[in-house]
Each structure stands twice: as C-alpha cells, then as structure tokens.
C-alpha cells in the first residue's frame, strides 16, 4: 500500500535556485522521513520530522509537516549541480516499517 | 561508520532458477528489511525481521522468502526465478522496532531474470 505520494514526479533547475518537492500521505503519523538516492545506489537519509514538529532544518535543508493537511515539504535552498537525485518521502507504520512514495526526480543543471 | 552490505550488485539468473541475495549489517540492528524497487512503483516491501528467526511479510512477499539465522545476515530467496522479478532489490536495517528511526541502506542489487 501507498502511504506517501511526492509531487511533482520530476522538477528540473538550475543550480543556485530553490527546489521544493511535496508529500502527501493518508494515514496518521508518529514521524516522516525523506531520502535520497543517487542513480542506481541505496537510500541515504536525509531528515527525520516528528507528528509534533512543524519545522526542522538540516544545512541547506529545510522540511515542514503539517499534520492537518497530512502533509509535508522538503525544500533545498541554492541547489548545486550535485544535489541531482531521487528524493523519497516515507511515514512510519509498525515494527520500525516505513512506507515510501514513489520520488520525485530532481535534476540540477550547471 | 554505519554499513549494509549487500552481496551482489548486479545477477543475471535464468527462469526458474533458484536465487540468493544477501545482506549484512554490522550495526547490531534489531530490524531488517528488504524492499524491491520498479520504475513507477517506488519502492514495496517484500518482508522484513525483527529479531533473529523472525520475519513478517511485507506488501507483496509472493514468490519470494527469507532466512534470518544470524543477527547481522537477511537473505532473501527466489525459490524459482521468473522474468516479473526482474527489479532493483534493496536491503535495509534499523535499530529497533519500538521506534521507527532511520533506515541505513544497502547499495542495492540489480537482479535480471532471463
């Protein structure tokens, strides 16, 4: 089953400039995670926002919750040639599984 | 430094043949896991562990099982290859199941069934 779903499924930039990918999810929440995935590699995490946190910020990330719209936000401020990648929203379920969306594709040019 | 190996990043199997994927952790994580990853579909749990000999299964364990006889070791088995399986298959582990935190991931294994 599909908890979270990111929007839009792909975003092309240019470097220096904001990007910003969406998740939504259906269920209630303790905690929501976004990854990151290089072409053909494994998930590396990123962040990790609390039901009770509305705002976290991690260096040049920022991630925002709102538990009401059963949302969530992750923005990468001055993005950079290297921040090309596959970014993942994922909510938590029982026995520490997650869930995860689909990604959003994200491609930075120089 | 945190790590997940998987033994494998690239197989080409025949259909019907019997397949292995393996992963180690040297973390001490109560919880592992294995997920499959297909253009479009993201990323579905197939089964996951939350202590040695115990397994639970995930999203779509159809066609396949595991064998968790060690802490550290998850292997995922494909009693009989078929060409449906062919996907981007990715192992994963966490501290505990109490508390979902972070997922450490493997680099993934590429499986192509013939």
């Known amino acids: 089953s599909q908890q979270g779903e990111e929007d839009p499924q792909a975003l092309s930039i240019q470097e220096g400039e904001n990007a910003t990918m969406n998740c939504s999810y259906k269920t209630s929440i303790n905690n929501l995670q976004w990854y990151r995935q290089n072409s053909g590699r494994g998930l590396v995490h990123l962040i990790l926002?609390?039901?009770?946190?509305r705002e976290k910020h991690s260096g040049r990330l920022r991630v925002t919750l709102d538990t009401s719209k059963k949302s969530s936000s992750l923005l990468i401020t001055a993005s950079r040639a290297a921040d090309t990648a596959s970014y993942f929203c994922a909510t938590d379920g029982s026995y520490g599984k997650l869930t995860f969306g689909q990604g959003t594709i994200l491609t930075v040019h120089p | 430094d945190v790590k997940v190996t998987q033994s494998s990043r690239y197989l080409v199997k025949r259909t019907g043949e019997k397949v292995f994927l393996e992963c180690v952790q040297d973390?001490?994580?109560?919880?592992m896991f294995w997920y499959r990853q297909d253009p479009g579909l993201g990323l579905r749990l197939i089964y996951f562990s939350y202590d040695v000999k115990m397994k639970e299964k995930g999203d779509i364990p159809e066609g396949y099982s595991v064998s968790r006889e060690k802490k550290e070791r998850f292997s995922l088995i494909l009693e009989s290859a078929s060409t449906n399986q062919t996907s981007m298959y990715l192992c994963a582990s966490s501290l505990w199941y109490t508390n979902t935190g972070e997922l450490f991931f493997g680099e993934g294994s590429r499986l192509t069934v013939l």
């Open positions: 973390m001490d994580h109560e919880n």
């Open positions: 926002i609390r039901s009770n946190e």
